[in-house]
């Protein structure tokens, strides 16, 4: 007799278990459904939570990683629509208007109201116009070419510290113009790297004319660092710095600071730098602070 009630007490608490293991499997069933609704209804702020041993813990890590990639897709994706609808604006202003400045000056002596002075100014006026439009259009091309991936790099073993001096040389006219003070801190001693010359001109060029164009400093420094594998090039300056809010996206392609000013400039030149630099394999960091100045940071490796 006790031997029966022993064993019907088993076979009870057997069942109770089985039936409340079922109930959890069930719950937690119900709980992926609801999850995997909400996932496709576009909420990807849920988040699967188990414990990790529990025989539904796989499943729900793999749901978990498919909804954080897709969240990511989600917010890159989203920042290129950005990107592209301000794409769009700039070149509605950046193109339509310096074209129809164009034909307004080209039309005006085509139509024999100018002569003289005057009109040599206004040819002049025309023809500086025409340059930036192509050296706008150039960078544009240029990083439509680097996002697409049909940019070939020619690289070859080079002397990074004399590249740099070159590079550097040719804005010291530009610099002096602009009453800017440079400070150089280069080795004189060879330095080989392999580099492709006219992507690293090309970065250096666009970082040294963002410094002088947008940053409004009184003082540039340009220092080349060599460490035991990578040479570091570090271009600084003294002026208005990047806004906290603005960080983040100052790489963005067409990406101005402040667009409410008229500024010079396509809004390409950092993005280009960005996109050379990681076709390149080069590190590159950036550090500023408002009202103190920024500093560029490209960490190029040595050659073996």
């Given amino acids: 007799m006790f031997y029966r009630k022993l064993l019907l007490l088993i ?24 999850l995997l609704r909400e996932v496709e209804s576009g909420d990807y702020g849920k988040r699967g939570v188990i414990p990790p041993n529990d025989e539904y ?8 990683e498919i909804i954080r990639k897709n969240q990511n897709d989600i917010i890159q994706i ?19 208007t310096p074209v129809a400045s164009l034909l ?42 680097l996002e697409s991936g049909e940019y070939m790099l020619e690289n070859h073993p080079c002397n990074i510290c004399e590249e740099t001096r070159k590079a550097f040389i040719s804005w010291v006219p530009i610099l002096e113009e602009h009453n800017i003070k440079y400070n150089v801190s280069i080795p004189e001693n060879r330095v080989v790297t392999i580099l492709d010359v006219k992507a690293y001109e090309r970065i250096l060029d666009n970082l040294i004319k963002n410094a002088t164009i947008h940053s409004k400093c009184e003082e540039i420094t340009i220092t080349l660092i060599e460490k035991e594998e990578i040479v570091q090039v570090k271009i600084s300056d003294n002026g208005i710095g990047i806004p906290e809010d603005s960080k983040d996206m100052i790489m963005d392609r067409l990406y101005k600071v402040d667009e409410s000013r008229n500024t010079k400039g396509s809004g390409l030149g950092l993005a280009i730098v960005k996109e050379l630099s990681d076709k390149c394999n080069m590190l590159l960091e950036y550090n500023s602070e408002e009202g103190k100045g920024s500093s560029f940071i490209l960490g190029v490796k040595k050659a073996l």
């Fill in 11 to 34: 076979l009870l608490i057997i069942i109770v278990y089985l039936i409340y293991k079922r109930y959890m499997e069930k719950k937690k069933l119900t709980w992926l459904k609801n």
């Fill in 57 to 64: 813990s796989e499943i729900y890590y793999l749901i978990n």
């Fill in 78 to 96: 989203n920042r290129l629509n950005q990107q592209n609808k301000r794409m769009l604006t700039s070149l509605s202003h950046d193109i339509k």
């Fill in 104 to 145: 307004g000056y080209l039309e005006t002596i085509d139509k024999g109201l100018v002569d003289g002075v005057e009109k040599e100014e206004y040819l002049k006026i025309a023809l500086n116009k025409t340059y930036k439009l192509k050296e706008y259009i150039n960078d544009l091309f240029q990083l439509l070419q």
